[in-house]
């Protein structure tokens, strides 16, 4: 049986601002941007901070998302709030836009429980670190919600080192064949730690591993957020009512090394990370939205400040938020603590006391 | 009352399960029209439907992961995993979310999933169709790990599984699935959990163990009773989290203990229960405690599987050794 695919590279903008292609309908007005363009800008400063609080020592482990802002902020721009979010651990752009507070990222990423017990987006799966190990999860929520005939849907999201893994393939395979209502973005930075997507797979892309599950299979220019949150968009659309999973490859770079306890020094060349620069997600808006004069320095200026407020306030928070008791190390294992359980429990109490 | 053996106890159970809660689903390779090749499943799938009863693909991550989705997304679901040789891929789920998803979120999550397995040899089938795991769940906070030894206790205990809010692993001696029968009444009753069963009292000597040695252990002490030695039988039942309350109530009366299991030795559940025992009633003990296991070796082909697994002779010899200590 013959087969024949085509992965299609969808763009609205190109490096330099300019527009490819008519835009989309939420795109017609340059204003309406704006709040992408901020969302971005609020994820770049966050992370900034985030970075300078480890090298002070007083944030763990914190893998910045520089470079790869378009990519969540066009996710949650195209999500509804019950639908469900799955992230990887560095989705940082589009935790904060469905709810997630800043400061509870920080509480997280400085080793805190409290922070994936998220006040708002509840029903949001918390940061996932072993690669693709949450993909079957948005398999098994997907089957949930089609099972109880809900109309949302299920949003996963990974790196493209994930596409190498077991659990990617099955659980894409399962959403095919049950015809899930699941979305699966691989956010494609070129670089899995210092392995290159190219020794990653032979494939020519990673949109296309769809193909062998059944599913749909697009290729976006990740670093364009008005192509992201329409790419998404569309997708969500045909998954809600038409029961057709897909499989999104974002196209991005990663600008920053791949946490701060890494060098990306030892692996690739200042070269091409300037070379990459060049085509970053933020600048590129806003060359956009100021050659349509909604945008400029003073502006720019303003919400920066505003920003830097919002992020000062939430280290601060974090930075005062009580230590969490000890014993709760035990609290959350079970339901309720089971009995052998409960002699260890008050053992440590009980050396806190002895140590007080 | 009908009398039934431990596969269609779980069969039974299921049922209970599925028909009392619209929220329990079963998925798993072949568990669907075949009704699983044990058969635990029979009859689901034309009384409940696909929706409920879900051929998954060949695919162990992928059912343990998608029950964790599921599980948190507030359904049941009751995973088979076809034999215990094959549930490697599924246990990178079960120690990094289905076991701390509760404890990540503070709460805010949970994971009320069951996985079951038939496990444990003794059935002379091909490779990677014998083994006993147990232990390396035992490894895993925040999970489960029950072990039913007769039709009565796997239908109690899977119900208590199946409603439990955490994850369980529910592994099913295999060998015992069509060895004996008894009444079980389908009255939706559960067992509890985390606690040790008492299956035959005595005073000379505490013979603690599980699953499918349940069987080699109460053979062992019906012939120790004709010689005159009383022997207390403990079916640990939920080996995680483990309560040894039980055990050291025992030995503290019998000062002698034999732990029998079928898993290899090295670092094996006994050798949890031995150091438990050093630790808390080393003081009652009038002999050493002794350990009677599967040998540390890849478990034989069935030519020669008889000599790695334990069985009732060698029980009964070891304990009539410990009662000549004093």
Known sequence: MDTEFKIEFQQFFDKGGNVVRP????????????????????????????????????????????????????????????????????????????????EELLLYWGGDERGSNFLNARHDFPICIPVASHFPHATGVAFAIKYEN??????????????????????????????????????????????????????????????????DGL??????????????????????????????????????????????????????????????????????????????????????????????????????????????????????LPPALQKQRSEIADGREKNA | MPKVNLIEAINMALAKAMDSDERVVVL??????????????????????????????????LIAGMSVGVAVSGLRPVAEIQFMGFICPAIDQLECHASRLRNRTRGRLSCPMVLRAPYGGGVHAPEHHSESYEAIFTHIPGLRVVIPSSPKSAYGLLLAAIRDPDP???????????????????????????????????????????????????????????????????????????????????????????IIHEAVRTSGFGAEIAATIAEHGLLSLLAPVKRITGLDTVVPLMRLEKYFMPDAAAIKASALELMEYA
């Open chain 1, 23 to 102: 835009l989309p309908d939420f795109a017609q007005n340059a204003q309406e941007l704006i709040p992408l363009y901020s969302a971005m800008l609020k994820t770049r400063i966050f992370d900034e901070k985030a970075v300078a609080l480890q090298r002070t020592g007083r944030l763990g482990t914190y893998a910045s998302s520089l470079g790869q802002e378009a990519v969540g902020v066009g996710i949650a721009a195209a999500m509804r709030d019950d639908d469900v979010f799955l992230p990887s651990f560095r989705e940082q752009s589009a935790m904060l836009m469905r709810g997630v507070s800043m």
């Open chain 1, 150 to 215: 809900r109309d949302v849907v299920a949003v996963a999201v990974a790196g493209d080192g994930a596409t190498s893994k077991g659990d990617f393939y099955e659980a894409i395979n399962a959403a095919g064949i049950w015809r899930l209502p699941v979305v699966f973005v691989v956010i494609n930075n070129q670089w899995a730690i210092s392995v290159p997507r190219s020794k990653q797979t032979a494939a020519k892309t990673l949109a296309q591993k769809a193909i062998a599950a059944g599913i």
């Open chain 1, 219 to 336: 290729q976006v220019d990740g670093n364009d957020v008005v192509a992201m949150r329409d790419v998404v968009s569309h997708a969500l659309e045909r998954t809600r009512n038409d029961n057709r999973p897909c499989l999104i490859e974002a196209v991005t770079y990663r600008l920053s090394d791949h946490t701060t306890a890494d060098d990306a020094s030892r692996y690739r060349n200042d070269e091409e990370v300037s070379q990459h620069w060049k085509s970053e997600p933020v600048g590129r808006l806003r060359k956009y939205l100021e050659a349509n004069n909604v945008w400029d320095q003073k502006l720019e200026e303003v919400e920066r400040a505003k920003i830097s407020e919002q992020v000062e306030a939430a280290i601060k928070k974090y930075l005062n938020t009580p230590p969490q008791d000890e014993t709760c190390i035990f609290d959350y294992l079970f339901a309720e």
């Open chain 2, 28 to 61: 798993g390779e072949d568990v669907g029209i075949d009704g699983g090749v044990f058969r635990a499943t029979e009859g689901l799938f034309k009384r409940f439907g696909s929706e409920r009863v879900v051929d998954t693909p060949l695919s162990e991550a």
């Open chain 2, 168 to 258: 369980v692993i529910f592994l099913e001696p295999k060998r015992l699935y069509h060895l004996d029968s008894e009444e079980v009444d389908d009255d939706g009753m559960s067992f509890p959990l985390d606690r040790a069963v008492i299956l035959r009292k005595g005073v000379d000597i505490t013979l603690v163990t599980w699953g499918a040695m349940t069987v080699e252990t109460l053979n062992a002490a019906q012939e120790l009773s004709t010689l005159g030695v009383e022997a207390e039988v403990i079916d640990l039942a939920t080996l995680s989290p483990f309560d040894p309350s039980q055990i050291l109530m025992s030995v503290e009366k019998t000062g002698r203990c034999i």
